[in-house]
């Protein structure tokens, strides 16, 4: 995934550019960026954030850049800001996407005459280089924005800083948001709209699919209006946002409490606890115990002073050994007890029977697991989600493909286990259940899921557990 935070100021505009970019850092873990233009011209600093946070790295970099309008973002790939030069002249550009016809569009690049594009260290094309490469295929920028959100396969949603102003483009079916925020003397654009309110921004306006603004000192102007059609990604609600924001008018929070609630009225099991693996679950969790009455508490705890988010570990080998260190047992809350818990989603099964092992070894007598979200069976085209390179990395298709006997399974079959009224779909979630040693294993409906949002389905997309675009 990966976030974004952009200021337009009448004075210096880095106290809110850095703390705005800073309030991202849960959307991504790889590298932050900043990039300012002042009296000076363009200045730019990036550094990899995979081992510390963000602020311990651009603590000097925030005393020394100066600018009124800025960039920044938080990235879980790509090194971003990057500044480009062309026909168009100097800008400054910064992406939220995911290219899945990267090759077709390199080689339509290279047959109209651009000369090469860098590698990153894996042997990839900088995704955020390849737009501003599309872009320079038009003859003026807001041409350029447009055609790169047309052309791209997947999402694409980004910022475009010139000397005349912020160029914000939210993806052509809204899949990832964007908003912008206005206070006296400055306006913000984000992806998060909570991390303007402790900057002093009120809420100004959301675009729409497709929208393209500019943001000046002087104002904001649509320079193209929003589309009808809408597919913002749910996951936001249920896993990618923080729980302070708001999606199309949405909070996250309120969302994931309706959540909690649906799973709950559909329950027979009566645990001890209700308890949530933090920080998604925890939200669903509260839901789940008010409507159920089931007492809510903290069995474990995230260590925040060290794990304040989920850091890739350096030692491959040791990776689910660190993505568990976080979490500390409170073995008075966990031994003799039977517990509920509720986790965001089960995507390939390895942390969560991690989890509930280390209940059982602490003395858990039973440990009924309650995901928020249905069954993943499809891998998400859109976001990046995960990046993993085969659907049958999910538990989902590799039990789909031990009871089919084949990975090669229909869509028809498939549909099959994304019904919760399908006996397929019962025999899937039971080999999951004792595949990862559950207690019991009850997923959340996808419609109890979209009411407990509650705009319009045909609005938000569901690719990743239906199959539907």
Not at 73 to 100: F, M, W
Not at 231 to 257: A, D, H, N
Not at 369 to 378: E, T, W
Not at 407 to 422: G, M
Request: with cysteine; net charge negative.
């Amino acid at each position: 995934m990966g976030g974004f935070f952009g200021v337009v100021a009448k004075e210096d505009c880095m106290f809110d550019l850095f703390f705005g970019t800073d309030y991202h850092s849960h959307l991504g873990t790889r590298r932050g960026g900043l990039a300012v233009y002042g009296e000076n011209g363009f200045d730019r600093s990036i550094h990899n954030i995979e081992n510390a946070p963000f602020r311990t790295k651009f603590d000097k970099d925030v005393q020394e850049m100066k600018g009124y309008m800025g960039i920044g973002c938080i990235s879980d790939y790509e090194p971003q800001p990057l500044i480009v030069r062309s026909h168009h002249g100097t800008y400054a550009i910064t992406t939220v996407s995911k290219i899945n016809n990267t090759e077709e569009i390199v080689n339509t690049i290279f047959n109209n005459g651009n000369s090469h594009f860098l590698e990153m260290s894996g042997g990839d094309i900088n995704p955020t280089e390849l737009v501003a490469a599309i872009i320079n295929q038009k003859e003026n920028i807001i041409d350029g924005i447009h055609y790169a959100l047309e052309l791209i396969d997947g999402s694409l949603t980004m910022m475009v800083m010139t000397p005349k102003g912020i160029y914000a483009a939210r993806d052509k079916y809204g899949r990832t948001p964007m908003v912008i925020g206005k206070k006296e003397d400055a306006y913000c654009l984000t992806f998060e709209d909570f991390a303007y309110r402790n900057l002093g921004y009120q809420d100004f306006k959301e675009l729409g699919p497709g929208e393209i603004d500019i943001v000046t000192r002087e104002g904001v102007k649509t320079l193209i209006a929003p589309g009808d059609n809408m597919k913002i990604c749910t996951f936001l609600w249920v896993y990618y946002g923080y729980p302070s924001s708001s999606y199309e008018g949405i909070s996250v929070e309120q969302m994931r409490y309706n959540c909690g609630a649906a799973l709950a009225k559909r329950d027979n099991v009566k645990p001890d606890i209700v308890a949530g693996v933090p920080d998604s679950g925890t939200a669903h969790a509260v839901g789940y115990s008010n409507a159920s009455g089931i007492p809510f508490s903290r069995p474990f705890i995230k260590y925040t002073p060290t794990w304040p988010r989920s850091f890739m570990p350096t030692i491959q080998s040791k990776r689910n050994l660190i993505a568990k260190m976080k979490l500390i047992p409170v073995h008075d809350l966990i031994k003799d007890k039977s517990l509920l818990l509720i986790d965001d989603s089960i995507v390939r099964g390895t942390q969560l029977r991690e989890t509930t092992e280390f209940l059982y070894q602490s003395g858990a007598k039973e440990v009924h697991i309650r995901p928020a979200c249905p069954p993943l069976v499809y891998g998400c085209k859109y976001l990046n989600f995960s990046r993993s390179s085969s659907e049958m990395d999910l538990i989902t298709r590799r039990v789909i493909a031990r009871l089919e006997g084949t990975e090669d399974v229909s869509e028809e079959v498939l549909q099959q286990y994304t019904d919760p009224e399908s006996p397929k779909y019962d025999e899937m979630v039971e080999e999951i259940r004792k595949e990862l040693n559950f207690t019991t294993l009850r997923y959340n409906r996808l419609d109890d899921m979209l009411a407990s949002v509650g705009i319009p389905t045909d609005r938000l997309c569901t690719y990743c557990w239906n199959g539907k675009e």
